[in-house]
């Protein structure tokens, strides 16, 4: 009872803690917009660990923060060795070839009416393909190591990065274009010139959409089929042997993984689009 308690007050205290930092007049301060997302990430872990040990939930159902914290810290050999199968093979090259052929078709889409009215349905059909039923063909075709998990990255990241950077390429207007055509700039002159510089931050909006679902396609992919090592292949089997702490573990490492990757994105994107109205303030 006194968990539950503790885990209510704290939780009070630092909703009133970040009401007072959002209304404060330093609430327009980098510290102050980092504070608020740290103190709420604070509070769920100790709410969590609270109120698993106060409702006395079996580890089996949801072990507290602490457990977990503890396996990650003894477990840190394995996690590496799945961590760099999972991530830096198979997300990280799919994530980089995917996007990579993605932004070369939509240049060429650009360039080509044609090209627009026929790649994109089939993209689109090929988005709209459950990774369920496409994660264990490519492993059939790619073999049981990294090299399928990435062709499972391509086909998630290849979509979402096309419409975007298509999209982006779109968002001049005919005034801006008409410009270019009064200095009989060509084509690639415009397109390095002034729409791709304007397609910068829808560009990034499909890159950052890819890094989830990179790391997502990769460790989904590794339940269909992967050598002893890997991210999917260590929750499946631990799932199958009740190690939920060592499921949570990993769970965690990918989070971190996945949230660092975005913040990498997005800071470059902040550097190279700093001049968009996104990026003030």
């Not at 007049?25 to 990430?41: C, K, W, Y």
């Not at 090929?126 to 990435?150: C, Y």
């Amino acid at each position: 009872m006194i968990w539950i308690l503790f885990a209510f007050a704290f939780w009070g205290f630092t909703w009133w803690l970040n009401g007072w930092i959002a209304n404060s007049s330093h609430a327009a301060t980098r510290g102050a917009r980092l504070a608020v997302p740290i103190i709420f990430g604070i509070t769920v872990l100790v709410v969590w660990e609270a109120l698993v040990r106060g409702l006395n939930v079996p580890p089996v159902i949801l072990p507290p923060p602490s457990a977990i914290a503890a396996k990650v810290a003894t477990s840190l050999d394995v996690l590496w060795i799945d961590f760099v199968q999972t991530f830096m093979k198979g997300a990280l090259t799919g994530y980089l070839m995917g996007c990579g052929a993605a932004f070369v078709i939509a240049v060429l889409i650009d360039r080509s009416p044609f090209l627009q009215r026929g790649l994109l349905p089939v993209g689109n059909f090929i988005a709209a393909l459950p990774i369920i039923g496409t994660a264990p063909i490519l492993v059939m075709w790619f073999g049981f190591d990294w090299h399928s998990k990435a062709a499972v990255v391509v086909v998630m990241v290849f979509f979402p990065m096309l419409v975007n950077t298509v999209q982006g390429l779109a968002a001049t207007d005919s005034m801006q274009r008409d410009l270019m055509k009064t200095y009989s700039a060509n084509y690639w002159q415009t397109l390095l010139s002034l729409r791709l510089p304007a397609a910068m931050p829808a560009i990034f909006n499909g890159l950052k959409v890819a890094t989830t679902l990179a790391l997502i396609g990769a460790i989904v992919a590794e339940f269909f089929g992967s050598p002893i090592k890997g991210m999917g292949f260590r929750i499946s089997t631990e799932v199958g042997r009740l190690g939920l702490d060592m499921v949570w573990a990993e769970i965690t490492i990918a989070a971190i993984a996945g949230s660092a990757f975005y913040g990498i994105v997005a800071l470059i994107e902040k550097g190279v689009t700093f001049w968009h109205p996104s990026q003030r303030g």
